[in-house]
């Protein structure tokens, strides 16, 4: 849903009569959704277990889906209003929310320290192998029979996946053992067991999350604009742009397996979310130099097409990599009791990045051009590795 729908924002913005203004803010309140939500989603993870929250919160997405296939997609007669499609998208953000820090917990308790970086980035690859499909999927939908079936092919898909956790999603035959190599457990005083303080009065943790949190904006600037931008700039076709997407989505799939892989291996997850955000700063700020140069230059509109989109994969793969070993890391500080609280002070900040990444990219890219918009993303990435740094060492 929100990483798929954004590939038709083209069409999103044709159909619903939207200015890029109006589509950002759309798209945005869908991100700022899952954000309010999150935390409390994840207290009630804690207290009534993943399952119960992922049934109750997919069985609710996909009702919600199913009225917005109904009511809430332009006919030949009949056009929803902007606020009328954001506060859809806002309400979907917010049952939306219930998934991320019950399925977080599920894998958390399912594996060990040396095992979480590895499953819990297998576990992050569904947002790039969910927007992977929905690149792939939702424009033709969107552009052959409109978006009462793009939206009904969503709820389609919370269907199935609410079956898939009926099936399969339960209780770990053991409960998490204390050596799983996770801080911030129970500990003996006394005799008396003694539990770690919540994450949400622990400033180290609210320091990681908002160094994730500014980390997010980049990614969510390519996911929901990188079409429009292709289009607008670039003067490229649908086809064109959903290939785009496709391969960054796919690559970021690969680069989440390696390096949850790589970091369990090796032990080293502070020190890859500081050197990846690092890489990620460079990459969007040698695409706004690439652009800025580009549009000085007198070049061939094919080589800028060219040149722009191998940047912009690669600047979106490696700004997608990093997701599986911040939660992971995070869930580490703080245990698998508190865990589901944890993720949801994450998703907060992450989404709350959702919304402010397509708010203001627009904007950015109306008052002055699209380099300074890239540019911005390569600011937040630098402004996340300041934090990771002093995370890691506080």
């Not at 109006?22 to 899952?34: R, T």
């Not at 742009?241 to 391969?247: L, Y």
């Not at 700020?285 to 040149?307: C, G, N, Q, R, Y």
Request: glycine share 10%; hydrophobic share 55%.
């Amino acid at each position: 849903m929100f990483q798929g729908l954004p590939t038709t924002s083209v069409l999103m913005r044709m159909n619903y009569n939207l200015s890029n203004d109006q589509l950002g803010l759309a798209l945005g309140l869908l991100g700022l959704g899952i954000a309010v939500s999150e935390i409390p989603w994840g207290l009630l993870t804690d207290r009534w277990g993943d399952r119960r929250v992922l049934l109750i919160g997919l069985g609710a997405i996909s009702l919600m889906l199913c009225l917005f296939a109904l009511f809430g997609s332009p006919t030949p007669t009949y056009v929803p209003g902007p606020w009328q499609l954001a506060l859809g998208l806002f309400i979907v953000g917010l049952l939306g929310g219930s998934v991320n820090g019950s399925s977080g917990r599920a894998v958390m308790s399912w594996f060990k320290n040396n095992e979480q970086g590895f499953a819990m980035s297998i576990r992050q690859i569904a947002y790039p192998l969910g927007g992977g499909i929905g690149a792939l999927l939702l424009p033709i939908v969107a552009s052959r029979y409109g978006f009462n079936a793009t939206f009904a092919v969503l709820a389609f898909g919370a269907i199935v996946a609410a079956g898939l956790t009926w099936v399969w999603l339960h209780e770990p035959p053991e409960k998490p053992s204390q050596d799983a190599g996770v801080k911030g457990e129970a500990s003996s005083v006394g005799g008396t067991e003694q539990v770690a303080p919540s994450p949400l009065r622990d400033l180290k943790i609210w320091r990681l999350i908002a160094a994730i949190g500014l980390f997010s904006v980049p990614q969510f600037a390519v996911i929901t604009f990188a079409s429009i931008f292709l289009h607008d700039v670039c003067n490229a076709g649908i086809s064109v742009t959903a290939s785009v997407m496709i391969a960054i989505q796919s690559g970021a799939i690969v680069a989440r397996i390696w390096s949850g892989r790589w970091t369990d291996k090796h032990g080293n997850r502070p020190f890859y979310l500081i050197r990846c955000s690092l890489l990620v700063a460079v990459s969007f700020a040698v695409l706004a130099l690439s652009l800025f140069f580009m549009d000085l230059l007198p070049v061939d509109s094919s080589i800028k097409l060219v040149t722009t989109a191998a940047l912009l994969i690669v600047a979106g793969i490696c700004v997608s990599a990093w997701t599986g070993i911040a939660n992971a890391e995070l869930a580490v500080q703080v245990g698998i009791r508190r865990v589901g609280t944890a993720l949801g002070m994450c998703n907060t900040a992450v989404y709350t990045a959702l919304f402010v990444a397509p708010y203001f990219t627009p904007i950015i890219a109306k008052l002055w051009s699209w380099p300074a918009a890239w540019l911005m993303a390569s600011l937040f990435a630098l402004s996340a590795n300041v934090l990771f740094r002093r995370s890691k060492t506080s």
